[in-house]
């Protein structure tokens, strides 16, 4: 009987989080979540790869060897979208802001109010918006179609929202063109590619990942 119970329980913890109250585990599940966006943060992975250097294939720098370091928020991000919904994952991202604007200097280039400033709080102030489209995504199917849908959404709108707010600063600190554009390409170039494959993996990943925490929970 409690096997059923926590499959049924299982069922309505969806991407919407239609109903549930806050408990001394979703407290638990949100701190943690709250860590993890932290652990991200300072996480930096190295690939390494072979772009196109030359259009003619007979030149020696056709293929270039690329390495590239690979900060993972936005999959965590997508990550905490599909494991907890919109209504807790938006908390977990206000937390989380709250935290490095007043207390830790958990951001990538430090912390506190003037961080506001900062060229790419903006795509940390996009987590909000994109918690909210993943999480409407999926709240009807979570098919393979769907997570891709979700995972092109959710990275789109952390890049587009954080270019936007990028530019809003240069343009206040004036700030020549061809800086901002380096910034851009360096924020929201290759990035995006590797964000995109790793929030499908990430969302994904999240499902194992719900039922094994709401069955602990449980």
Request: one cysteine or more; charged letters at 15%.
């Amino acid at each position: 009987m409690k096997t059923k119970r926590l499959k049924e329980e299982l069922d309505a913890f969806n991407a919407e989080n239609k109903k549930l109250k806050i408990t001394l585990g979703t407290l638990v599940v949100m701190g943690w979540c709250v860590f993890l966006i932290i652990i991200a943060t300072f996480t930096q992975l190295d690939f390494s790869h072979y772009i196109l250097g030359s259009l003619n294939p007979s030149d020696a720098s056709f293929l270039k060897l690329k390495h590239y370091a690979y900060i993972p928020q936005v999959p965590v991000i997508l990550f905490i979208a599909a494991l907890i919904g919109k209504r807790f994952g938006i908390t977990v991202v206000l937390i989380y802001i709250i935290l490095g604007l007043t207390f830790f200097p958990i951001f990538a280039l430090g912390g506190g109010l003037g961080y506001i400033f900062e060229y790419n709080f903006g795509y940390i102030l996009a987590y909000i918006p994109a918690i909210f489209i993943v999480s409407f995504t999926l709240k009807d199917k979570f098919n393979y179609a769907t997570i891709a849908k979700a995972s092109i959404l959710g990275v789109l709108t952390i890049h587009i929202v954080g270019v936007f707010y990028l530019i809003l600063m240069a343009i206040i600190h004036r700030d020549p063109f061809s800086q901002v554009s380096g910034w851009i390409v360096m924020q929201s170039g290759v990035k995006m590619i590797y964000d995109l494959i790793f929030g499908y993996l990430a969302i994904l990943f999240s499902k194992p990942v719900k039922q094994l925490l709401w069955l602990s929970m449980g």
